[in-house]
C-alpha cells in the first residue's frame, strides 16, 4: 500500500516485463489485490466479483 501512495507501483514490476504494462491497469490490478487482502476475510470479495474486476480491467487496456 505504501508504494501506491508513493506512485512507485512500477517497483512492483520485473523489469523484464515494465515496457508490457499499463500504468492504469498495474494501479487497478493493485487495488485488486490490495482488496484481497483485507484482513477481515468478510471484507475480501468472493473470487467471482475478483474475475469480473480483472475481466473489466483486461477488456479496457485492450480497448487502449
Known sequence: KKLQQEKKLNE???SEF???FV???LEE???IALL???F???D???MSEVLQMEE???GKECRS
Open 40 to 42: 477481515d476475510p468478510v
Open 12 to 14: 512492483l514490476l520485473d
Open 29 to 31: 490490478m493493485v487495488q
Open 18 to 20: 515494465k515496457e508490457e
Open 36 to 38: 484481497c487482502t483485507q
Open 56 to 58: 473489466r480491467r483486461v
Open 44 to 46: 475480501r470479495p468472493k
Open 23 to 25: 500504468p492504469v491497469g
